[in-house]
């Protein structure tokens, strides 16, 4: 009865269903899995799954993980419309113990997450001004800053975190210095099963080069002479059940390199001076401001680490590029210092349009700390454009983008000619602004390909 009840049964699932075999032969897909990856129930059936990664309609499969180790898995996946989807495999194994199918389940979780994210924004900003304006706290602001953006960049960025967030894998965020890499691990393990476990962060720049290694793995007792006696427990095992976050990943010495891969292979640390490994359960976030790709082929940083942790891959766009961050995350600066150093202050119009202006080139630890130095050296409760210390910089260029649109060469030139100048320059300085033709299209509220084509004959007339 069961067996011929069974495929009704399977499309009762709100999840989508792929059996596959030890090969990697899909042999069952219920009705959801084809809603779910775009991909036809009938174009799968019989075909083995990598298959589908070869021909880029899915980046990511789990048969062959899991009828190697015998082991569950979980990843995120890709599929060629841009959706993320959350993996979750399982093997099933014959009498005598062998792996011999994989039975995995897929959740679309994008617009879950996204809707989520937009509907929990005002509740953070409600609970993030109350503790902002409690007196006596001293903690780290990144640690209770609320998610201060309007930007479809980090809504989009944001609704990605709380995807990955909800699984174990290898995360790795990609930015410049200053853009929020440590809010971003934080926020992920706040969202994380881990959530209630330990969070530890290590500077991989800042530990001297000798002493790293004792650091992140610890040392047995005995080890060394002027050492503690009982030994020393290393970061990595601290973290156990928890996250590590392993800042300034791309600055960790090549030896220390190979020992983080032999440990992300084998999830097992082995303490300086000891012979006994011990298997620890951590979830791994590394960030770098560097190019590790252009570090490979220097010979910097090994490849087989950097794609040991290319899993999940967090690219976080600087404050330049994302404009409509820039005063929402200021005013609140100046609440949070404002109520530290128990005055009223806010930005007058003028002041406003300069750090709108200026290019940021620290990001967002730089505005916070231009706000701070301001809400303890201004003296009136009205900050103005002359009381920022950027205003010569920012004004200088005001007034150029001013005077460039306002000079015309009039003169042997149509109507017509005199008004494609005037959209060029519109659309360069709109390019400069906001960085990429999709935001240029957003603020110009025109479709994108008209902004691509625009460009692309702006560029042709350069050359």
């Known amino acids: 009865m069961l067996q011929e009840y069974l495929d009704q049964l399977f499309d009762a699932f709100k999840e989508g269903i792929c059996i596959s075999d030890s090969d990697g032969i899909v042999v069952h897909l219920n009705r959801r899995h084809a809603e779910i990856t775009g991909i036809p129930r009938e174009e799968m059936l019989g075909h083995s799954v990598m298959e589908f990664v070869r021909r880029g309609r899915m980046d990511v499969v789990l048969n062959p993980e899991v009828m190697r180790t015998g082991q569950p898995a979980t990843r995120v996946q890709t599929v060629s419309d841009g959706r993320k989807l959350i993996l979750e495999a399982n093997p099933v194994f014959d009498a005598q113990g062998r792996p011999v199918l994989c039975v995995t389940f897929l959740r679309d979780v994008t617009m879950l997450s996204e809707m989520r994210e937009q509907l929990s924004v005002q509740k953070e900003l409600l609970e993030a001004f109350q503790q902002l304006s409690t007196a006596g706290e ?15 960049a980090m809504m989009k960025l944001y609704g990605e975190v709380n995807t990955i967030a909800e699984t174990d894998a290898t995360v790795l ?37 000798n002493l ?19 030994g020393k427990i290393g970061l990595i095992e601290a973290a156990s059940g928890g996250t590590l976050f392993l800042d300034e990943i791309g600055e960790l010495p090549m030896s220390m390199q190979t020992r983080l891969l032999r440990f992300l292979q084998d999830w097992e640390i082995m303490r300086v001076g000891s012979t006994m490994p011990k298997p620890v359960d951590v979830r791994i976030i590394a960030a770098t401001n560097k190019n590790l790709e252009r570090a490979i082929a220097r010979g910097e940083f090994r490849s087989d680490l950097y794609y040991r942790l290319k899993v999940a891959v967090i690219a976080i766009p600087p404050l330049r590029d994302r404009q409509a961050d ?68 920012a004004s200088k260029a005001v007034v150029s983008a001013r005077k460039d649109a306002a000079e015309f060469d009039l003169d042997g030139k149509t109507f017509k000619e005199i008004m494609k100048d005037l959209e060029n320059r519109v659309l360069t300085a709109a390019m400069d602004r906001y960085g990429s033709i999709t935001e240029v299209a957003k603020h110009f509220q025109v479709d994108r390909s008209t902004i691509f084509r625009k460009v692309k004959e702006l560029e042709k007339g350069e050359k």
Not at 138 to 152: A, G
Not at 212 to 228: C, R, V
């Open 173 to 209: 965020l990609l930015g410049e210095t200053g853009v929020g890499k440590d809010v971003i691990a934080r926020r992920i393990h706040s969202l994380s099963p881990r959530k209630n476990r330990t969070f530890i962060k290590v500077d991989c720049g800042s530990i001297p080069e």
């Open 326 to 393: 820039i005063l929402p995350l200021a005013r609140m600066f100046l609440r949070f210092y404002g109520s530290k150093y128990h005055r009223q202050l806010s930005f007058s119009e003028e002041a406003e349009r300069l750090l709108l202006d200026y290019k940021w080139p620290g990001n967002v630890r730089e505005l916070e700390n231009l706000v701070q130095g301001l809400a303890v050296t201004c003296k009136n409760s009205v900050i103005r454009a002359a009381d920022i210390p950027i205003t010569g910089v």
């Open 138 to 152: 001293e903690q780290e602001l990144s640690r209770k800053t609320p998610k201060i953006f309007t930007s479809s």
């Open 212 to 230: 790293i290694e004792t650091e992140l793995f610890g040392y047995a007792a005995g080890t060394f002479s002027g050492g503690n006696k009982a």
